[in-house]
C-alpha cells in the first residue's frame, strides 16, 4: 500500500459521507465514488494532492476519459457524471469551485482595489444593501474595463466618454433599466471624485431618460385564474405539489416578494401564537403578520408530508438532493410553471411579483386603507403602495362624476 492510499481512503469515507447526509438518490451514492477513486488514483500516479488540483488539472483528467470515449470505453452520459463528482469532491475540499482566481496584472490588481474600495464606502457611509452593491460593483467593474479597452484611464475620463459609454450600455435595455443603470453610474462617479481617483465630479453632467412617478401600470392577473392554479395545486397530493401550493398561498394572501419567500425559516413560524415573522428583502425591515388559517393549513401540510427529512432551517427546499433553500428565480419559475400548467397565457410579468401586485388590487377593491395595504407589503410610505392605485381602475370609474348636461366628451 502506498503512503498516498489512506489519504484517499480518507477522502472517499468523506464523500460517502456527505452524499448520505444530504440525502442523494441511489444511483449517485452508488456511481460517483466510483468516479471520485479513479480520480484520486490518477492524482496519487502523478504525486499531485487533491488540495492543490486547479481547473486546469481537472480539464487535463477529463479528456483523458474523452480518449477512453473515442475507444468505446466511456459513453458522453458518463463523462458527464464524472465532472459532477469532481467538482462535488473539489466542493468539499475547498469550500466552492471553481476557485476564484485573485488578479495577475496590474491594471486588474487596480481595478479589484478600487472596486473593493468603492464597496467599503456604499456598505459604511451610504449603508446600501447588499443587492444594491453588487449592482453598483458591476457597474463599476463594466466602467472601468470599457475605458481600459478604449485606451483611457478613470482619471482623464470626459463627459462624452461617458456618453459614449451610456450609449453603448443602452443599447438594448429599456427605458426604465437605463435609468437604474445612470443611477449607479453616478453612484461610481461620485465616489471616484472623493476618492480622488477622479478630478472634476461629473455625476451630475451625465443625464438618463426622464421616468415620471406613477409612470408605470403593474402587472396583474384575474382573480378566477389564480383560483383555477389553487384549485389545481390541491389536488396534487405528491411532494412538490405541497411545496408549491403552501408557496402559492403565502403569495396570494400576503402578497410577498419572493426573497422573503426564500428568506423564511422554520422558525418564523409562531404556531402558539399564530403568528408569521417576515424579513422584507427590500426596506431590511420586520414585520409580524397573522397566520391565517388557509397558509397554515397548508404550510402543516407541507411541513408533515412534503419537505425532506434534513437539518436545514430554511422553510422551502428543493425537491430533490441537496436539500438547500429556494432561490428569488425558483419561486418565480414556480409561479410561471403552474400557470402555464392551468393554460394561463400572460403577455407581461409573469413572476412572483405578479401575485404581490394582484393582492394589493384585491386589498384596495376590498376597501382596505392604503396604510394597512403597505404594512401588509412591507413598504415603509404611502408612496410605494400608490402605484397599486392606477389597476383598480374599475373601482375609479364607481366614484367619477357625470358630465354636465350638454357637454359632451
Known amino acids: 500500500m502506498s503512503q498516498s492510499e489512506p489519504q484517499c481512503d480518507v477522502w472517499l469515507?468523506?464523500?460517502?459521507?456527505?452524499?448520505?447526509?444530504?440525502?442523494?438518490?441511489?444511483?449517485?451514492?452508488?456511481?460517483?465514488?466510483?468516479?471520485?477513486?479513479?480520480?484520486?488514483?490518477?492524482?496519487?500516479?502523478?504525486?499531485?494532492?487533491?488540495?492543490?488540483?486547479?481547473?486546469?488539472?481537472?480539464?487535463?483528467?477529463?479528456?483523458?476519459?474523452?480518449?477512453?470515449?473515442?475507444?468505446?470505453?466511456?459513453?458522453?452520459g458518463t463523462r458527464r457524471w464524472h465532472r459532477a463528482a469532481i467538482r462535488m469532491l473539489l466542493r468539499l475540499v475547498h469550500g466552492e469551485w471553481s476557485p476564484v482566481l485573485p488578479p495577475t496584472t496590474e491594471h486588474s490588481i487596480a481595478t479589484r482595489g478600487t472596486v473593493t474600495q468603492f464597496d467599503a464606502w456604499m456598505k459604511d457611509l451610504r449603508g446600501l444593501s447588499p443587492i444594491t452593491r453588487g449592482h453598483r460593483r458591476a457597474e463599476a467593474y463594466r466602467l472601468i474595463e470599457w475605458l481600459h479597452e478604449q485606451g483611457k484611464t478613470i482619471g482623464r475620463v470626459t463627459v462624452a466618454d461617458l456618453d459614449a459609454y451610456i450609449a453603448w450600455?443602452?443599447?438594448?435595455?429599456?427605458?426604465?433599466?437605463?435609468?437604474?443603470?445612470?443611477?449607479?453610474l453616478r453612484s461610481v462617479?461620485?465616489?471616484?471624485?472623493?476618492?480622488?481617483?477622479?478630478?472634476?465630479?461629473?455625476?451630475?453632467?451625465?443625464?438618463?431618460?426622464?421616468?415620471?412617478?406613477?409612470?408605470?401600470?403593474?402587472?396583474?392577473?384575474?382573480?378566477?385564474?389564480?383560483?383555477?392554479?389553487?384549485?389545481a395545486l390541491k389536488q396534487d397530493r405528491s411532494p412538490l405539489g405541497r411545496r408549491d401550493y403552501a408557496i402559492w398561498m403565502l403569495l396570494t394572501t400576503y402578497g410577498l416578494r419572493a426573497g422573503e419567500i426564500v428568506g423564511l425559516r422554520l422558525s418564523d413560524i409562531d404556531w402558539r401564537h399564530e403568528r408569521l415573522q417576515i424579513r422584507h428583502t427590500k426596506t431590511g425591515a420586520n414585520s409580524t403578520l397573522p397566520l391565517l388559517r388557509g397558509p397554515a393549513d397548508a404550510l402543516f401540510d407541507y411541513l408533515r408530508h412534503g419537505r425532506p427529512t434534513t437539518t436545514t432551517r430554511a422553510l422551502f427546499l428543493r425537491s430533490q438532493a441537496p436539500y438547500r433553500a429556494l432561490c428569488s428565480t425558483s419561486v418565480s419559475g414556480i409561479v410561471r410553471r403552474r400557470l402555464a400548467s392551468v393554460d394561463v397565457l400572460l403577455t407581461g410579468k409573469r413572476g412572483a411579483h405578479l401575485l404581490r401586485h394582484s393582492r394589493a388590487v384585491s386589498l384596495l377593491r376590498g376597501g382596505v386603507p392604503l396604510k394597512v395595504i403597505g404594512d401588509i407589503l412591507g413598504h415603509r410610505a404611502e408612496c410605494s403602495t400608490a402605484p397599486y392605485l392606477k389597476l383598480a381602475n374599475e373601482d375609479l370609474r364607481s366614484v367619477a362624476l357625470d358630465l354636465p348636461a350638454g357637454v359632451t366628451p
Open 13 to 76: 469515507s468523506q464523500f460517502r459521507e456527505h452524499l448520505q447526509e444530504e440525502c442523494y438518490s441511489w444511483g449517485v451514492v452508488r456511481n460517483y465514488p466510483i468516479a471520485i477513486r479513479r480520480f484520486l488514483r490518477d492524482l496519487e500516479q502523478r504525486g499531485q494532492t487533491i488540495e492543490s488540483v486547479s481547473p486546469a488539472d481537472v480539464e487535463s483528467y477529463l479528456s483523458t476519459l474523452g480518449a477512453e470515449r473515442r475507444r468505446g470505453r466511456f459513453s458522453d
Open 169 to 184: 450600455r443602452g443599447a438594448s435595455m429599456r427605458r426604465t433599466s437605463i435609468a437604474d443603470m445612470v443611477a449607479s
Open 189 to 231: 462617479l461620485r465616489y471616484l471624485h472623493g476618492s480622488g481617483h477622479l478630478p472634476q465630479d461629473l455625476a451630475g453632467a451625465i443625464m438618463g431618460p426622464k421616468i415620471y412617478a406613477l409612470e408605470g401600470i403593474p402587472s396583474t392577473i384575474r382573480p378566477e385564474d389564480i383560483q383555477r392554479v389553487l384549485e
